[in-house]
């Protein structure tokens, strides 16, 4: 292991919000890799804390942890996570906002808008709350950086349809704009990733399903992904939680309003 002070995240007190069997646990998993002195994980559901607290020990058994169960949609839930990480470790240094609701499949022309509401009341209206709550707390302290998940398909129009979802994120994507501006003079910053296809439980599922449906064997629907990557190979999760990370490590420590693309160059600005 590098020394401690190498670590990107060093001494770092991270939440992360959105903790399941995707990208959440990997956000939180590579934090505490990468050296952060505390975490605050939290998801609507405590099962998957208890999950992601035993991943968390064994890639650093010194990472303190607080679990904090919060649906992000209650204002009062979201000031209770921040109460409760304050009183733990007196601070939030880096905030990553992957709490989401994908909603259904749906087409812009045909979609019954009314399900929308649901996507667009979690991924901007309840990161929005979670956020605002994180930063009274950050302009206290006159120092924290907040990154926002996004999707490429905000970016990028997908072959299956996810109107609603994408619709949602791209407000949240013109957000982080107005926040970076807002928050900058108290020494806030504020990004946002674009993430394409990943490599963990969900997309895995994703192709067990499409095998099932059509015959075709897992590896070759893997393979017909990774055709459309100039990289060649559809990105794991994990990789991606790094990239995400970089953005609330003092490495970017004069980066904000900005949006990185991590897709392994599926898309390109």
Known sequence: MRDKE??????????????????????????????????????????????AEQRIRDVNPD?????????????????????????????IDGLVNSAFVHGAMDHASTADIDSWMEPIGTNLFGTLRLTQAVARQMQ??????????????????????????????????????????ELGPDNIRVNTVHMGWMWGAPVQGYVQWQAQQSGIAEDDIKGQI???????????????????????????????????????????P
Not at 64 to 90: E, M, N, S
């Open 140 to 181: 206290q302290q006159r120092d924290g950086a907040i990154v926002m998940i996004n999707t490429m398909a905000v970016r990028k129009v997908p072959p299956v349809g996810e109107a609603g979802y994408a619709a949602s994120k791209a407000a949240l994507a013109t957000s982080v704009k107005y926040l970076a501006k």
């Open 226 to 268: 990774a055709a459309s990557i100039p990289l060649g190979i559809v990105p794991p999760d994990e990789e991606c939680a790094r990239a995400a990370l970089f953005f609330v490590s003092d490495y970017s420590r004069v980066v904000t309003g900005a949006a990185l693309d991590v897709n392994g160059g599926e898309y390109m």
């Open 63 to 91: 990472c303190a942890i607080l679990k904090q169960p919060t649906d992000i949609t209650d204002a009062g839930a979201c000031q209770a996570l921040v109460d409760a990480a304050v009183a733990r470790f007196g601070r």
């Open 6 to 51: 190498t670590r990107m995240l060093h001494n770092k007190i991270i939440a992360v919000s959105g903790i399941g069997p995707g990208l959440g646990v990997k956000l939180a998993v590579e934090a505490a890799r990468a050296g952060a002195a505390g975490l605050v994980i939290s998801a609507r559901s405590p099962d998957k804390l208890d999950d």
